[in-house]
């Protein structure tokens, strides 16, 4: 059954009568307040590439999906326009709270402003924000992970891996987050093997430029890295690691995917016996978990970091020849225990 919305005992009297109007056919239209919340839960707004990128977006839509199905109540999922500003975004925020949808996300650190302004306004709304730690309200929860963990055993996947001893990394934006991704990376391959070279390049220095949104930028890229001879490329590019996956299969090297386990997407299916591994972090989990609590009527709130203690950031096995690599599979365990333990301190810049 479907939670009402969260409400404090001094208000519970006046809440009780908004709900009896409700049900007599009454909105309540007040600032701050949904106009109705019977069957209404989770409601996620993308981030730059939307539903289809095989990877951010989709994991947390995955999310959204897990929570419809098991709570029986109404979601919502919201594409992002082109050029849109941060005034877009929190109309698009506050119009979803406004509706009665609980929770409301923001996919993505482009949404930081958004949330912060919709959660002021609508703060018996639970809000989420994946990626970014800098929102501070009690009914905000800022979902965000430890990708360079994932990243450390993706460079020792690589290290272990190439054949040429030259890798590569393509970042989508020149941006904090990403940089953790090539920082756990390059830890990971040099830790591994100091002789392997890492190439690494960002493909923009804004998302506005498309750098989260372009394959045709990914896939140059990593055309350029294969020709100086990277037999290993690991994207953290959003849509844009598509044109990377393309690439390698193209030239029949090994691609590392990320967020999602790209080797079981549909959209990538004809490229996947070139998807080595994927550097997931499990954004439907934490999408599902934050849409669980407030069902619960124990919203999480704060900073919830995902990590491979956690088991929210891993690598995929799904492909066969990387899984049965017993050798491979050993060094990767080892270094997974060591992060866990403290024993490998993983650099996030």
Request: charged content about 25%.
């Amino acid at each position: 059954m479907r939670r009402f919305s969260r409400i404090t005992v001094a208000g519970a009297a006046t809440a009780s009568l908004a709900l009896a109007l409700s049900a007599c056919g009454g909105t309540s239209t007040s600032s701050g307040s949904s106009e109705s919340k019977g069957d209404k839960g989770i409601a996620i707004a993308y981030d730059v590439g939307g539903r289809g990128d095989q990877s951010f977006n989709d994991a947390a839509y995955a999310g959204l999906q897990q929570a419809k199905k098991e709570f029986g109540y109404k979601t919502t999922d919201v594409e992002p326009t082109d050029g849109e500003t941060d005034a877009d975004k929190v109309q698009r925020l506050t119009s979803l709270a406004k509706q009665g949808y609980d929770p409301v996300i923001g996919i993505g650190y482009l949404y930081s402003s958004a949330v912060k302004q919709a959660a002021e306004k609508y703060p018996d709304t639970t809000f989420g924000i994946v990626d970014d730690s800098t929102v501070e309200a009690d009914n905000v929860a800022d979902l965000v992970f430890a990708e360079e963990e994932a990243s450390y055993l993706a460079g020792v996947a690589a290290a272990e891996t190439t054949k040429t001893k030259t890798v590569g990394f393509v970042g989508g934006v020149d941006i904090p987050l990403i940089h953790k991704f090539r920082a756990g990376f390059e830890q990971g391959v040099k830790d591994t093997n100091p002789d392997v070279k890492v190439i690494s390049q960002f493909l923009t220095q804004t998302a506005e430029e498309g750098g989260f949104s372009s394959p045709d930028k990914g896939k140059a890229a990593a055309e350029g890295q294969i020709e100086k001879k990277a037999d290993v490329v690991y994207a953290a590019a959003g849509l844009s690691g598509q044109g990377v996956i393309q690439a390698a299969a193209a030239n029949k090297v090994w691609a590392i995917g990320v967020d999602s386990d790209q080797y079981q997407q549909e959209a990538l299916a004809k490229y996947k016996d070139w998807i080595l591994t994927s550097a997931m972090k499990d954004v439907a989990k934490s999408v599902y978990k934050l849409a669980q609590s407030v069902e619960d009527r124990s919203p999480r709130t704060g900073v919830l970091t995902g990590d491979l203690k956690s088991g929210e950031v891993s690598l995929s096995n799904s492909n066969p020849k990387f899984a049965g690599n017993a050798k491979l599979q050993d060094v990767i365990e080892t270094a997974k225990k060591d992060i866990i333990s403290g024993k490998i301190k993983v650099k996030s810049s």
